[in-house]
């Protein structure tokens, strides 16, 4: 059964719509073939091959940039579009009808009991042939099918190869050689330790739970600024309008044709994480890879590399608590190249000081509903000493988004489920709508453990939807649902039954066994989430369709969550931001009281000191520009009420602002020129500079240069470094066919 031109269409414009516009060139579901799983299409559109592993006739390659961003997106589209399944695709009668006996055809009742974690719903994989078989099964082939297609497949790519010399392109972008160890320069040291001088105010990177630091392009102690570009890891000693370039770690090349680039950090007294993204594009190769460098910084003139370690598939997520990381990423086996008695060619594989290890079966933890092949790997490493793995697991099924508590991770993957209910004597009614799997992982000094999971209907936008307070886990979703009727016969339509899409969003608070404990449901009927924020017993969250609603959430009773107040005003805020007491910061866009027009990049503050009486107390309508990267990356905002800061890129400046008084000021608007040129921000896929204070001078960071400005002296440039010249590396982590 295929997709009608009209319906690829629709789903085509869902996904792009989702993705922020930002697709140009790809054509997501062409010639939809619904006997294969949707989601290997999704991703074979985003990663530029087909579902079969050809690749696509425009050859297009997505950077590790917009991958994240449209896999995303793609997720959303799922919601919009019910035919499409991500993360668990409902096999046959895999799954139990959600809905309660008696429960509204188009609504999930407040009582909606999830379905938890036991040793019949989560278990560990028995061995690597039920795995196999399990991924056969998933994406409907038959183990002689497997071969044959297989077969062709090769005899394809050779012939392929041969017409467009395909092997030479390859060895003239990867002329690899040897492994290079990282190349380290640097000056003299002065023998004083890089521990954090407490005297200095310092602007940290905007980690969303305090405790749990995030990774970043660039990362500061308070004395050195750590910053990557295409070519250098670099340590700057700050030292106020006189930075000086003391060190820097050349990016890595691969070995035998593979490819390693340096594109986060993580910072600890003495430790520096160095996170590298590695692809090999060889026939036969692992493909992607996720790697880390520890270096020890404790002379941050002379890092020392004391480790590498490396994991399957492509980097996701990361947290560091203590000394411990969590390495989070996203692994697909080749399904073209998978043999049953080849564990590695469908087992994720880590290395550690040069020796692989596969994952073993008992870290492997299968979901009863196995309906993906993809899996989410969450390593905990020792970061202390040398760099260690402390804990290596597996999820079988990709999560979309990731929370991390300092206790907890919380994983979260979608699922499009159909449920059919028999109408009248001569129809049927199918529901569909998109399903969230959550599971909390216990962490403990880098050892993770299951604890529990559940299954709630709706969708969750991103990490800052979910929360964990005084162990009591809550979460903003938005529930899509399409209702259709199916007629045995031409009959009279029911009365009362409403075809089409509904959308509706909703609140639950969970316990720590992740039974709902709280809920609240048909919130905005035909808006869905655009921001959410969780700021102790309260819950802040933006929805839209043609004004923005910011609703304000009393948590105080888990059990008994309320709507405690609404504010509609145009436009709407794409991130929210505890700024001071009593005050909610939101970035977005405005628009017209209808909602169609776009009006500018939009800065609001709200008054939330009486959360039943929420108002705007200013905005400031940026008219001349167009988009800024915080709407998809809040790393790149900086926030800081004690110096009443705000500060971030938008189009081609960076914009660094005021609040006092009641209202917004425009301190400083730098230009990114060519002779400035920014950070490419490899993960979130776009152009990006970063700021960053400290004391009473403010940083701020491109590819090329570091440039140092006087905060008491209206923002006056007083100082500079080079950090080397903005060339594209020949060591890119993907190839890139000319998109951006």
Not at 18 to 38: C, R, S, W, Y
Not at 163 to 173: E, G, L, P, T
Not at 182 to 189: F, L, N, Y
Not at 413 to 418: C, G, L, P
């Amino acid at each position: 059964m295929k997709m009608n031109e009209q319906e690829t269409k629709q789903l085509n414009d869902a996904l792009r719509e989702a993705a922020g516009g930002d697709t140009e060139g790809l054509d997501f579901f062409a010639d939809f073939d619904t006997a294969k799983p949707p989601v290997e299409r999704i991703y074979a559109a985003v990663d530029g091959v087909t579902a079969d592993g050809e690749r696509s006739a425009t050859e297009t390659r997505v950077r590790p940039a917009r991958r994240r961003k449209l896999y995303r997106a793609g997720f959303a589209a799922a919601a919009a579009c019910f035919v499409v399944v991500i993360g668990f695709i409902a096999v046959g009668d895999g799954f139990e009808s959600p809905v309660p006996a008696g429960a509204p055809e188009r609504h999930i009742s407040a009582n909606y009991e999830t379905k938890r974690s036991d040793s019949a719903q989560m278990g560990t994989a028995d061995g690597y042939d039920r795995i196999f078989s399990d991924i056969l099964k998933i994406n409907g082939y038959s183990e002689t099918k497997l071969k044959a297609e297989q077969e062709q497949y090769r005899k394809d790519r050779a012939a392929y190869q041969d017409d467009r010399s395909y092997r030479s392109i390859w060895d003239n972008m990867y002329n690899g050689g040897g492994r290079e160890e990282a190349t380290i320069s640097g000056a003299e040291s002065d023998g004083i330790n890089s521990s954090v001088n407490s005297e200095t105010d310092f602007s940290d990177t905007n980690n969303q739970t305090l405790g749990v630091q995030e990774a970043d392009v660039i990362k500061s102690d308070g004395r050195y600024i750590y910053a990557i570009n295409s070519e250098k890891l670099n340590i700057i000693e700050a030292n106020g309008a006189n930075p000086k370039l003391i060190a820097s770690i050349k990016q890595p090349s691969g070995q035998d044709g593979q490819n390693e680039t340096y594109f986060n950090m993580m910072l600890t007294e003495t430790r520096l994480v160095a996170m590298k993204e590695m692809y090999d594009p060889r026939d036969g190769g692992a493909g992607s890879m996720t790697g880390i460098d520890v270096f020890d910084i404790t002379d941050p003139a002379k890092p020392v590399k004391l480790n590498s370690l490396t994991q399957s598939g492509s980097y996701y997520e990361s947290r560091v608590i203590g000394d411990s990381l969590y390495l989070f990423s996203f692994y697909r086996g080749d399904l073209m190249s998978i043999q049953r008695d080849v564990p590695a060619s469908f087992i994720p594989l880590y290395t550690e000081a040069g020796t692989e290890s596969l994952a073993r079966p008992g870290d492997i933890l299968m979901p009863e509903k196995q309906n993906s092949s993809d899996y989410m790997l969450i390593s905990g490493i020792d970061i202390s000493g040398e760099g260690t793995f402390v804990s290596k697991k597996s999820v079988f099924g990709a999560a979309v988004n990731i929370y991390v508590s300092e206790r907890n991770i919380y994983l979260a993957s979608q699922a499009s489920v159909t449920q059919n209910e028999p109408g009248g004597e001569k129809y049927s009614i199918d529901t569909s709508f998109t399903e969230t799997t959550f599971s909390r992982l216990a962490l403990d000094g880098g050892k993770v453990s299951l604890e529990a999971s559940c299954r709630v209907p709706g969708w969750v936008l991103d990490q800052f939807s979910m929360d964990e307070y005084d162990g009591v886990f809550r979460v903003v979703m938005t529930d899509e649902r399409h209702v259709s009727i199916h007629y045995d016969e031409p009959v009279a339509a029911p009365d009362d039954i409403e075809e089409g899409w509904t959308k509706t969003n909703a609140v639950y608070t969970m316990d720590g066994d992740l039974n709902i404990t709280g809920s609240i449901t048909e919130i905005a009927e035909d808006e869905q989430v655009y921001s959410a924020r969780f700021m102790g017993e309260y819950a802040y969250f933006v929805t839209f369709l043609q004004t923005d609603p910011l609703f304000s959430v009393d948590l105080r009773d888990p059990k008994n969550p309320r709507i405690a107040g609404a504010l509609k005003i145009p436009g709407f805020s794409d991130y929210l931001h505890p700024y001071d007491d009593g005050m909610l910061f939101g970035i977005g866009e405005e628009r017209s009281e209808d909602g169609s027009e776009f009006l500018g990049v939009k800065l609001s503050m709200f008054d939330i000191s009486d959360p039943e009486q929420v108002t705007e107390q200013t905005k400031l309508v940026l008219k001349k520009y167009s988009s800024t990267p915080v709407r998809y990356n809040h790393k790149a905002i900086l926030v800081n009420s004690d110096k009443s800061l705000i500060a971030f890129p938008a189009d081609e400046k960076y914009v660094i602002c005021s609040y006092g008084g009641g209202g917004f000021k425009i301190e400083k608007e730098i230009e990114i020129t060519d002779e400035n040129p920014v950070v490419y921000d490899m993960w979130y896929g776009v152009r990006s500079v970063r700021g960053m204070f400290i004391g009473n001078y403010f940083y701020v960071v491109s590819a090329k240069t570091l440039t140092v400005y006087d905060m008491e002296r209206g923002y006056r440039e007083v100082g500079g470094v080079a950090l080397g010249t903005d060339k594209v590396s020949s060591a890119q982590p993907y190839p890139v066919y000319g998109i951006d």
